[in-house]
């Protein structure tokens, strides 16, 4: 079974993927956070962030997301001219900065509009597609639509979170929904949704057997070695977590100082890197990475978990 490695804006960048492959590894294919069209011109930023000298040594998948074929057709030939050979689309995004505009989930409440953008990846031949969708924007009848549209196309895979777009993250997972989902699509088909440990790993893929994979996201943010221990059958100590995610800081840490101007941006990158390591750091010491306000600081902070 594959495992697959959610893209999280803000997180997840290139050099995250590079660092985490290096490091913790246990992933078949990473993707990067959306890119997307902004004032009718796609951002450098994301164009910086699939190019492929970035991500050498790293099974990368490019996502994309758009509010219709106008801002598709400009964001697959950029993928094309880039030399990739795959593209995932996204149509699960919840929130509402991408939504209001019609993007993410929003598209499953308009049939005609996937209809569309899937047309258009038909066209372009040379890339494999893949879909991310939820079980629907506002009810689940809305995805079990989508598949039927979804199943007349030739995809990789879909990958199904089984929450409506309203509910963001609040909630459960509904497995009944992706069940449901799962058995109406005739592509082969990947779980998402609050996998935190190789035991939740391992209830997904007793209830489907026949998945193809699972996607991980904030999951392994918070315990990057999520996938290796599932793979080697066993659960790392929080000592081997937590020397595992010191030697992801000093990598990122290093770039960082490399890469960034002044004490406050690089704060800012590496407070985000504990952000979801929370539970795995001492309440006090957490305190003082969060709160400091100078690189001195914050590096005494990060000797005192060694």
């Not at 893209?7 to 993707?31: C, K, M, W």
């Not at 930023?45 to 598709?72: F, H, M, W, Y």
């Amino acid at each position: 079974m594959k495992l697959f490695f959610a893209p999280l804006q803000g997180y997840t960048d290139h050099i995250y993927r590079s660092i985490h492959n290096e490091v913790a590894g246990g992933i078949d294919e990473y993707f990067s956070p959306f890119v997307r069209c902004d004032g009718g011109t796609i951002r450098n930023k994301d164009l910086r962030d699939i190019a492929p000298e970035s991500n050498c040594g790293v099974a990368l998948v490019p996502q994309v997301i758009a509010a219709g074929t106008d801002e598709l057709v400009p964001l697959l030939a950029v993928i094309e001219q880039a030399g990739y050979s795959r593209v995932d689309l996204n149509l699960g995004c919840p929130f509402p900065l991408q939504t209001g505009r019609g993007r993410g989930v929003a598209a499953l409440a308009n049939p005609d509009k996937v209809e569309q953008m899937m047309q258009e990846l038909k066209r372009h031949g040379t890339l494999k597609a893949s879909v991310k969708m939820r079980s629907g924007f506002t009810s689940a009848d809305e995805g079990l639509k989508t598949i039927e549209i979804l199943n007349d196309f030739d995809l990789e895979y879909i990958t199904i979170h089984p929450r409506l777009g309203k509910q963001q993250y609040k909630g459960e997972p509904d497995s009944e929904v992706f069940r449901q989902m799962k058995e109406r699509s005739r592509h082969r088909t990947v779980y998402n949704g609050d996998i935190t440990s190789p035991d939740d790993i391992d209830r997904i893929a007793s209830l489907f057997p026949d998945l193809y994979g699972i996607m991980i996201g904030r999951g392994l943010l918070a315990r990057p070695t999520l996938a290796k221990e599932w793979r080697e059958g066993r659960e790392y100590s929080e000592g081997e977590r937590l020397a595992t995610s010191l030697e992801m800081h000093r990598r990122l840490y290093e770039y960082a100082c490399r890469t960034l101007q002044g004490d406050q941006q690089v704060l800012a990158r590496m407070q985000a890197f504990w952000e979801y390591q929370k539970p795995l750091v001492d309440k006090k010491i957490y305190k003082r990475l969060m709160k400091t306000a100078s690189l001195r600081n914050y590096e005494e902070a990060v000797r005192s978990l060694e």
